[in-house]
């Protein structure tokens, strides 16, 4: 069975991002950028599920700008067959995202899609609910176990514990922490990838309009905290929990 | 302007995330619930009596009876030919359905918002809160989801609305349930409670976790919560996760113990009224956020609190 994944080129996971002065945006300009961590554990489950003899292939698919394609090059190096870029400078909205992997899917006919449950720079927890959506297939969100047979069993992380659902298949699994631990790439690997195929297509290939349906007004620092005091003794911070008039 | 709340229920109560997410949808219009799942006819009395609560929309259906997204979506979306604004609570049932009710719909979905500025617009953290968007919907429809630590929680009491029965598609026969294995615990809720504490790394192991943490919780009637590094590491449950990607938390007191204080930790409970730390490194970043620390050894501090208290 042939699989999907796709990953998103962002912020590194450890720069702090910082707002613009102007409040247009978050300043990503020679920021560190790499494969969104949630889209990591989803390549690195597409793999183990080749490893298993499940999966026959894995496509890796990004929608981003000409750079997106390191990320592509990233998750080929971890062990993806081939690579679709469909390259814009502009953002792109998880809905126009959603549309254009949709298409992607209809010509790549995988039995499985798997994404991160969301990127770390819009926080958005939406592109993978709406690709399922839009296909009619079920989804496994916030995925910490999957089992692929001829359907699909996924425990989710949900607030109350751990839920399991079965899916039918085709279906679209978004990631969790603690799906996986994903791998790094060897050298000898990172050689190789460079070889596999990297298809470069647009939006307009597929069809989709990309026009955003949210603007950003502005972009502002969140409120910051101050720091308060530091006590010397147990009894002393016993005291001041007691001034909260929480505890009693 | 008529909004549809979801309304998130569990074993025959609606649950806090379902009020803060009430008051949002308020600020919007007339509000609108969907009460889904199966034998809920008392849910939807309770709903009805929510402050500012109109019509009750009532999907009593086996098909609803976990909540399944591919089974709900579809009712939502059927509802939303008479709403203008489809909200949910940003807890994982919200997250898993509200973008799905989106894409039926065609609607870019607002997620996790922090404020309704006007009919259109919104704010919302990005970045793991560390910058916050005020973004404008050019859609005829919104779908939101809510920062319910963000609302104050609608009154239990005092609505009138009216219960209206509505028949959906049922089972889409796209996924079934099959199994919940819910985290059991007499304490309070850790997204409701008043009072939490919280454990990071520093604990050193599963025993150590629960055997300080759980006897000073109990003392307390607080929540047990834990950072992302005590989680990974098996100390606690992955319900018990407090952060960016974890659960959102803004209680009166938030005790963190042995917590670095990650940037993705912080997104989850800066909003508490009053932060404590607890952390051996004066230098560790919880420090700078915290209303009150104390520099010092949990493994001595935590015991000698517990007994004090």
Do not use: C, M, W
């Given at each position: 069975m042939k699989l999907l994944v796709a990953v998103k080129r962002v912020i590194d996971y450890n720069v702090k991002p910082r707002v613009k002065m102007d409040g247009t945006g978050v300043d990503l300009a020679n920021v560190k950028m790499s494969m969104n961590p949630f889209d990591e554990i989803a390549v690195e489950e597409a793999i183990r599920l080749k490893e298993k003899g499940v999966a026959t292939e894995i496509v890796a698919v990004s929608i981003g700008p000409a750079k997106a394609q390191e990320t592509l090059r990233t998750a080929l190096a971890m062990g993806a067959d081939r690579a679709i870029l469909v390259q814009t400078d502009e953002e792109v909205e998880p809905l126009a995202v959603a549309k254009i992997l949709a298409k992607v899917a209809e010509e790549e006919q995988p039995q499985l899609i798997v994404l991160g449950k969301q990127a770390i720079d819009d926080d958005n927890n939406a592109t993978g609910q709406m690709l399922a959506a839009l296909l009619g297939w079920p989804q496994g969100t916030f995925a910490s176990k999957v089992d692929v047979s001829d359907s699909a069993t996924v425990t989710r992380e949900v607030d109350g514990g751990l839920e399991t659902v079965k899916l039918k298949l085709p279906a679209v699994v978004t990631t969790d922490l603690r799906l996986n631990e994903p791998r790094y790439a060897s050298l000898p690997n990172i050689m190789k990838a460079k070889s596999k195929p990297l298809a470069i297509k647009s939006p307009g290939d597929f069809g989709v309009d990309t026009a955003r349906r949210l603007e950003t007004v502005k972009v502002t620092e969140p409120p910051k905290r101050q720091a308060g005091i530091k006590v010397g003794s147990v009894d002393e911070l016993i005291d001041k929990l007691r001034e909260t008039g929480v505890v009693g | 302007m008529n909004t549809l709340v979801l309304v998130e229920h569990e074993g025959g109560q609606i649950k806090d995330a379902t009020l803060s997410t009430v008051t949002a949808a308020a600020k919007l219009g007339e509000v609108h619930l969907l009460v889904a799942g199966s034998n809920v006819g008392s849910v939807a009395e309770q709903a009805a009596?929510?402050?500012?609560?109109?019509?009750?929309?009532?999907?009593?259906?086996?098909?609803?009876?976990?909540?399944?997204?591919?089974?709900?979506?579809?009712?939502?979306?059927?509802l939303m030919e008479g709403h203008d604004a489809f909200l949910a609570p940003a807890t994982t049932t919200g997250k898993n359905i509200a973008p799905r009710v989106a894409a039926l719909l065609d609607v870019m979905q607002v997620s996790d918002i922090l404020?309704?500025?006007?009919?259109?617009?919104?704010?919302?953290?990005?970045?793991?809160?560390?910058?916050?968007?005020?973004?404008?919907?050019?859609?005829?429809?919104?779908?939101?989801?809510?920062?319910?630590?963000?609302?104050?929680?609608?009154?239990?009491?005092?609505?009138?609305?009216?219960?209206?029965?509505?028949g959906g598609s049922g089972d889409s026969g796209l996924s079934s349930f099959v199994g919940m294995d819910a985290a059991k615990s007499d304490r309070p809720e850790l997204t409701s409670a008043n009072i939490i504490v919280s454990g990071g790394r520093a604990f050193g192991s599963n025993e150590q976790f629960h055997a300080l943490l759980d006897p000073l919780a109990d003392k307390l009637g607080a929540a047990v919560g834990a950072s992302r590094a005590a989680v990974d590491a098996g100390y606690a449950p992955n319900d018990y996760q407090v952060g960016q990607t974890g659960k959102i938390v803004a209680p009166g007191v938030y005790i963190a113990i042995g917590i670095s204080g990650a940037i993705q930790h912080l997104a989850g409970m800066k909003d508490s009224k009053t932060i404590v730390a607890i952390n051996k490194d004066e230098e560790a970043p919880i420090f700078q956020v915290a209303d009150?620390?104390?520099v010092g050894d949990l493994f001595k501090i935590v015991p000698e609190l517990t007994e004090k208290l």
């Open positions: - | 009596k929510i402050a500012g609560a109109g019509k009750v929309h009532v999907a009593d259906d086996a098909a609803y009876e976990h909540g399944l997204a591919e089974n709900l979506a579809p009712l939502a979306a059927k404020s309704v500025e006007d009919d259109n617009t919104f704010t919302r953290p990005i970045y793991a809160g560390n910058a916050i968007a005020t973004v404008r919907s050019s859609d005829a429809k919104k779908v939101l989801t809510v920062r319910t630590t963000a609302f104050e929680k609608a009154s239990r009491e005092g609505g009138s609305g009216t219960v209206e029965q509505v009150i620390g104390l």
